[in-house]
C-alpha cells in the first residue's frame, strides 16, 4: 500500500515537474531562419541577417518600422539645427545590458568604431563618411555634423548600431561572437553564438521598452527551404522565415499554422547592356552582327510590354510578389504615385519593335543567377517565353551567383560582361535615393554612382535631379524630387523592373508574427494573440 | 618500417600541395570572391577598399604567392566572411561531422552486417530476397529526397523525432558530444541513418558475398562435418574470416562520410564541416575551402594508413615495404 502511494506522490511531483517545464517553455521561442550571419558583432558586416540579429540587442538612433519608415530608435526624437548640424536626443531612460545609463560619449564611441573594424568584408562606414559628432547641450544630446546638406543622416544612421563605450573600444570580433559585450540597450541580450547552429537570447533585464513576451529566444539557422517547413510542421520551431512559394499554399490551408507577409524592398527586374555599340550577346537571327538595339528606348519599351507581370507572378511566384513599376512600391519613400508596371500587349510590343527598325527581331541571350532570387531561373525561363513570341530569339544561361555577379560586373576585362542580366535589388535603407543612384545613376566613382549599374545606363537629367534631391533636407520637397528622378529613370526604362518580391513568414497558431519589408525577423516583435 | 612512413608523408605532402593549386586557382576561375562577399548598396569605392583590407585587389598570382609565405608561417589564413582563421572555423565545427560520421558508420554495421550474412546463409529465402531489393534501393535512391522523405514521415507524420539540428552537447574529455543524451540520439537517429543508408547497402552486399563465398570454403564443410553448432559456425568460421575485407572497406568508406556528408548536414541543419564547405563555396570563400580540403585530405591519409598496417596486422602475408615495387 505505501508502495503504491509513494508511486503516485512520485507521477504527482514528475507531473508537475513537467507542468512547469511546459510553463516554462512557453516562455521559449523558437524561430527557424534561411539566412546565416557571418558574426553577431553588429559592425562587422552589413549583411541582412547580421543586422536581423543584430537589433534585438543592439538599438540604432533612428529606428525603422515595418514599412522602413524612420521612427524614434535609441534616440526619441531629431531635428536639424541648420541645413548642416543634426541634433539627436537619447532616451532619457536608456540602460545597456549590464545596467549603466547610455550617453553621448558610448554614441560617439560606436560611430568610431562602426567604421574602422578590421576585415569587415561589408562595411559601415560609408553610412558615416561626411560626418562628424559632438555633445550637444547635455550628455543625452548628440550633435551630427556634416560639411554640405545631407538629408540621409537619420536614414543613415537607421543602420548603425550603437554599443556601451567598453565594447567598442575594447572587443574584437570574436570577443563579441563569444558573446562578451554586454553593452547593448535592446530587449535582448546575446548568451551564445553557435555558428552554423544556433544564436540564443535571453531578455535585456534593463530594457526600459515595453517587454517582450519571451524570456529566451532560441533562433536556428534552417538553410534548406522544404526542411524548414518541416520544422515548423513537426513543432521543432514556432516561426520561420522565407517560405518557399511553393509551400504558401499548403501552409495558409493548415489551421495550425498563420502566415505573415507584406510587400518586400526587394525588386526583380532586368539590366540591358546600353553602353556599347556591339553588345556581345546580341546578333540578327542569322548570327550576324547588328547594332545594339538595347539602346533604342521603343526596344526598351517593347521589351517591358512583352512582359506578362501578372502571369509571372500568379503561376512562377505563387502569388508571392507583385507586378513592379519602379525601384520600390508605392509606400515606399521616394517613389512615384504616377508609374504603372508596362501593360503586356504584344500587338503594340511588336508595333514599337517595327518602328524602331526590328521588324524582324533579333537574337538575344539572356544571363542570370540560379538560386540567388526566389524561383529566379524560372522566371527568366518564362521571360525568354515572352520575348520569343514578340518575334526575338532568345537563348538563356544561368550559372551559380558566385559565378554569375562577377562576371556580370567585371567580366569583360573590368567591364560588364553580359547583354541582359536578370536580378535583385533590395533597398536597405528604405528609400529610392541609393538604390536609383545605384542601379541607373551614371558611373562614376569619385562621385560613387553606379556601382550597380551593370548596363551602364546614363541620363544627365537623373543624375541632376537625384544631386538636387541628395542636398535637399527637406522632407516632402526631397520626396517629390525623388519621385520625378524615379519618373525620369522609369520612364527611359534604366532598367525593366519585373516584380517586387512579397516576404512570407508562417508560424504556429497562436502568435502574430511582424511582416517587415526588410527581412528581419524580430523576437520582440512577436506576440502572442 | 621506416622508410616506408616517410615515403608515404612525403606523398601526402605532395597530394595536399596538388590540391592546394588547384583549389586556390579553381576558386578565381569561378569568380571574383568580392562580388559575394560585399553589401549590394556599397559604391566604388568602398568596394574598392573592401578588396584592398582583404588582399583581393592583387593578382592572383601574388595572392597565391602570400597565401604559400603564411603557410610556411603556419597561417592558412582567416575567412573572408566570418573574418576568424579558416583552420578554426572547421575545426570548430569538425566534431559535429566526426559524431555523425561514427554514428552512421555503427548503423550500418548494425543494421547491414546482420542482414547481408542473413542473406548469403539462405540466399534462396523471400526474406534474402527482400533484402537484396532493399539494398538496391539503398544504393540508387537520391539521399535528399530520402532525407525530406524521412523528416516527413518520423517527424512530421508520426513525430517521434526531431525534424532537424543536433542535441545539447556536453564536453568529455575537452571533446564536445551529444551522444551522451537521449535527446542527443533522438536528434542524430535521421541524419545518421540517412547518412548510413548507402553503406548498409554496401555492407550488405559486402556481408552477403564474403559470406557465400566462406560458405563453400572447405574449413566450413569441415566444420560442418565435425558436428559444430551452426551459430558457432557462422561467428568463428564465417564472420572471422569476412571482417578482413569489410574492415578496409569501411575504413575507407569512413573517410568518405566525414568528407562528403555535405547533403544530409543541409537538410537536417546539422552543424557540421559539410554545411559550412557548401556555404564556404557559394559565397566564394577560398580560404575556407582550401582549409577544407588540406584537412579531408589529412584525413584520408591517415585513415589509409592506419588501414595499410591494421591489413598487415591481420593478414601477415602483407608488407608494408611492398610499396617500394
Partial sequence: MSRLLSFFRASLISCMALGSVMVHAQQELRIGVSAEPSSIDPHYHNLGPNNSLARHVFEPLVGQDPSQQLIPGLAQSWQTLNETTWEFKLRNNARFANGRPVTVEDVIASFRRAPNVPRSPASFAQFLTGMTFEQGADNKTILVKTSSPAPLVPTNLSVIAIMSKDCAEKLSTEDFNAARCDGGSGPYRFTEFKPGDRTVLERNPNYDGARPSWDKVTVRYLTSGPARVAALLAGDVDVIDNIPPADIAKLRGNANFTIAETLSNRVIYLHMDQFRENSPFITAKGGSPIKNPLRELRVRQALSMAINRQAIVDRIMDKAAVPAEQVLAKNFFGTSQKLQPSKFDLKAAQGLLADAGYKNGFKLKIHGPAGRYTNDTQIIEAIAQMFTRLGLEVEIETMPPANFFSRASTGANGLPEFSMILAGWGAGTGETSGSLRSLMGTVDKAKGSGAANRGRFSNAKLDSTLDIALATVDDKKRASLLAEASEIAFNDLGIIPVHYQTNVWASRKGLAVEARADEYTLAHKIKRQ | ?325
Fill in chain 2, 1 to 325: 618500417m621506416l622508410s616506408y612512413f616517410f615515403r608515404r608523408f612525403g606523398q601526402a605532402i605532395f597530394v595536399i600541395l596538388a590540391m592546394i593549386v588547384l583549389v586556390f586557382f579553381g576558386v578565381n576561375v569561378v569568380g571574383d570572391p568580392i562580388w559575394m562577399l560585399i553589401s549590394p548598396e556599397m559604391d566604388q569605392q568602398a568596394i574598392a577598399a573592401t578588396a584592398a583590407a582583404l588582399g583581393l585587389d592583387k593578382p592572383i598570382g601574388e595572392q597565391f604567392f602570400f597565401f604559400i609565405k603564411g603557410l610556411f608561417q603556419g597561417d592558412l589564413g582567416r575567412s573572408f566572411v566570418h573574418g576568424e582563421p579558416a583552420i578554426l572555423l572547421i575545426l570548430g565545427r569538425m566534431g559535429a561531422t566526426m559524431e555523425l560520421a561514427i554514428a552512421a558508420l555503427l548503423m550500418a554495421i548494425i543494421i547491414g552486417l546482420p542482414l547481408g550474412m542473413y542473406a548469403g546463409l539462405h540466399p534462396d529465402r523471400r526474406a534474402s530476397r527482400t533484402i537484396m531489393a532493399g539494398s538496391i534501393l539503398g544504393f540508387s535512391l537520391p539521399t535528399f529526397w530520402v532525407g525530406l522523405m524521412l523528416i516527413m514521415i518520423f517527424s512530421v507524420m508520426i513525430g517521434w523525432l526531431p525534424a532537424s539540428g543536433r542535441g545539447p552537447t556536453d564536453t568529455v574529455l575537452g571533446i564536445q558530444t551529444s551522444l551522451l543524451s537521449l535527446e542527443g540520439w533522438r536528434h542524430i537517429a535521421l541524419p545518421a541513418l540517412n547518412l548510413a543508408l548507402l553503406k548498409i547497402s554496401l555492407m550488405i552486399r559486402l556481408a552477403r558475398s564474403g559470406t557465400r563465398e566462406a560458405m563453400s570454403m572447405d574449413y566450413v564443410k569441415f566444420a560442418r562435418a565435425k558436428g559444430l553448432k551452426e551459430s558457432v559456425i557462422i561467428r568463428v568460421h564465417i564472420l572471422k574470416n569476412i571482417l578482413i575485407p569489410i574492415v578496409t572497406v569501411l575504413g575507407l568508406e569512413f573517410g568518405s562520410l566525414v568528407a562528403f556528408s555535405v547533403v544530409t548536414e543541409t537538410i537536417f541543419s546539422w552543424p557540421g564541416m559539410g554545411k559550412l564547405l557548401l556555404e564556404a563555396i557559394q559565397r566564394l570563400d577560398r580560404p575556407v575551402i582550401v582549409a577544407y580540403v588540406m584537412v579531408v585530405v589529412v584525413l584520408f591519409v591517415f585513415i589509409n594508413l592506419i588501414i595499410d598496417i591494421l591489413y598487415s596486422v591481420l593478414d601477415p602475408r602483407v608488407r608494408l615495404t611492398e610499396a617500394k615495387a
